[in-house]
């Protein structure tokens, strides 16, 4: 889908930002482009869209060359995201997110039902945020908008240079993990600068890891981890490989699957009987009809609430329960845990279904692996 091919670029003074780098991004693959300041990932992704052009070799999008290609109509058809986002303050979100289309001559109804579509995607209900301006949303809200914008024409290519950067750590996780559902249902082809290396490992398909102007390693984030192509590339992933390596690994992988349950409608006599002192079970999650989480029991609070079985589960329930989706990363999930001083976590997936539970044992079981 994208293939650089030899590209350099050179300001004044004879400065090579960029030295002759090569590489190529399959379609619907995410590629992050990570390195310390000055070490040109931004100059790179610039030249995909012909912000800058390159002063020797190729670009090619879909083996068309892109320097024969008018660079208005090839940005176009290529998203483009930056840090500090550029909304336009005098317009409505809603306009902002327009503004490809209108360029494009899309009709009204069809941009409207795009513009929805797109903050609906983004967790905003359109009726909230349509016509509010820029400056009546948080950093994250604007984010996101300025994401909705970049694929506001539905392009098959997206540039975003440190779009979460200027983001608190909460936020930037949580809108981390919204990109990755979007990606997985809509597979666009991304070009990602950042430089964090946390983040390129959680977010890419592949890492590219550059080092004054130069492509030092270009390769899937499981062997950037444990293969580095050399010291400065071992020394930038950092010493805590081990712990990176959670980030390649959702929870649904290595939960504890089909953990006990019951109906939040039980009777504590049907508790005592799961969570009998022979069963070894001292606690069970609470599931409604369709199996959604409800909350936690403990065979304790069950003793304590009605010895007799005459109470019920949803009268002494404890609702107040941490969960992990299934795709979130073995990281982040263990991250909640230690956070909240949990030794389990549910794991849930669509409609907040209960799927499994993650424990430290299993944990301490992906590092023995990983280690191996």
């Given at each position: 889908?994208i293939?650089?091919?030899?590209?350099?670029?050179?300001?004044?003074?004879?400065?090579?930002?960029?030295?002759?780098?090569?590489?190529?991004?399959?379609r619907?693959?995410?590629?992050?482009?990570?390195?310390?300041?000055?070490?040109?990932?931004t100059?790179?992704?610039?030249m995909?869209?012909?912000?800058h052009?390159?002063?020797?070799?190729?670009?090619?999008?879909?083996?068309?060359?892109?320097?024969?290609?008018?660079?208005?109509?090839?940005?176009?058809?290529?998203?483009?995201?930056?840090?500090?986002?550029?909304?336009?303050?005098?317009?409505?979100?809603?306009?902002?997110?327009?503004?490809?289309?209108?360029?494009k001559?899309?009709?009204r109804?069809?941009?409207a039902?795009?513009?929805?579509?797109?903050?609906?995607?983004?967790?905003?209900?359109?009726?909230?945020?349509?016509?509010?301006?820029?400056?009546?949303?948080?950093?994250?809200?604007?984010?996101?908008?300025?994401?909705?914008?970049?694929?506001?024409?539905?392009p098959?290519?997206?540039?975003?240079?440190?779009p979460?950067?200027a983001?608190?750590?909460?936020?930037?996780?949580?809108?981390?993990?919204?990109?990755?559902?979007?990606?997985?249902?809509?597979?666009?082809?991304?070009?990602?600068?950042?430089?964090?290396?946390?983040?390129?490992?959680?977010l890419?398909?592949k890492?590219?890891?550059?080092?004054?102007?130069?492509?030092?390693?270009?390769?899937?984030?499981?062997?950037?981890?444990?293969?580095?192509?050399d010291?400065?590339?071992?020394?930038?992933?950092?010493?805590?490989?081990?712990?990176?390596?959670?980030r390649?690994?959702?929870?649904?992988?290595?939960?504890d699957?089909?953990?006990?349950?019951?109906h939040?409608?039980?009777?504590?006599?049907?508790?005592?009987?799961?969570?009998?002192?022979?069963?070894?079970?001292?606690?069970?999650?609470?599931?409604?009809?369709?199996?959604?989480?409800?909350?936690?029991?403990a065979?304790k609070?069950?003793?304590?609430?009605?010895?007799?079985?005459d109470?019920?589960?949803?009268?002494?329930?404890?609702?107040?329960?941490?969960?992990?989706?299934?795709?979130?990363?073995?990281?982040?999930?263990?991250?909640?845990?230690?956070s909240?001083?949990?030794?389990?976590?549910?794991?849930?997936?669509?409609?907040?279904r209960?799927?499994?539970?993650?424990?430290?044992?299993?944990?301490?079981k992906?590092?023995?692996r990983?280690?191996?």
């Open positions: 889908m293939r650089l091919e030899h590209v350099s670029k050179a300001y004044e003074g004879g400065v090579n930002a960029v030295n002759d780098v090569s590489f190529e991004v399959p619907g693959e995410i590629a992050i482009l990570v390195g310390p300041s000055g070490c040109g990932k100059t790179t992704l610039k995909i869209n012909r912000l052009e390159p002063a020797s070799g190729k670009i090619f999008v879909d083996d068309v060359d892109t320097s024969t290609v008018d660079p208005i109509e090839l940005r176009r058809n290529i998203g483009y995201v930056i840090q500090d986002v550029g909304l336009f303050p005098h317009m409505t979100i809603a306009e902002n997110i327009a503004v490809v289309p209108h360029l001559k899309w009709d109804k069809r941009i039902e795009r513009v929805d579509e797109l903050l609906t995607m983004m967790g905003m209900p359109p009726a909230e945020y349509r016509n509010r301006y820029p400056r009546e949303l948080s950093g994250g809200q604007r984010q996101r908008i300025g994401v909705a914008r970049a694929m506001a024409s539905d098959p290519i997206l540039l975003m240079d440190e979460f950067g983001l608190d750590p909460i936020t930037r996780e949580r809108l981390q993990n919204e990109f990755l559902k979007i990606q997985e249902k809509l597979k666009k082809t991304i070009v990602f600068v950042t430089h964090d290396i946390d983040e390129a490992i959680k890419g398909d890492v590219a890891i550059m080092r004054k102007g130069r492509l030092i390693q270009y390769d899937a984030p499981s062997a950037v981890l444990n293969e580095p192509a010291e400065f590339v071992a020394d930038f992933v950092g010493q805590d490989r081990t712990l990176k390596s959670l390649l690994i959702r929870t649904y992988e290595v939960m699957a089909d953990p006990p349950a019951l939040i409608q039980a009777s504590a006599a049907e508790a005592l009987s799961l969570l009998s002192s022979s069963s070894g079970q001292k606690y069970a999650w609470v599931v409604g009809d369709a199996r959604e989480l409800k909350g936690l029991i065979r609070d069950v003793l304590e609430a009605d010895a007799s079985g109470a019920k589960i949803a009268d002494i329930v404890n609702t107040n329960v941490v969960s992990v989706e299934r795709d979130t990363t073995v990281k982040d999930a263990l991250s909640e845990m230690l909240y001083g949990l030794a389990r976590v549910p794991v849930v997936g669509p409609e907040g209960l799927e499994g539970v993650l424990t430290f044992d299993s944990i301490r992906v590092l023995a990983i280690d191996s």
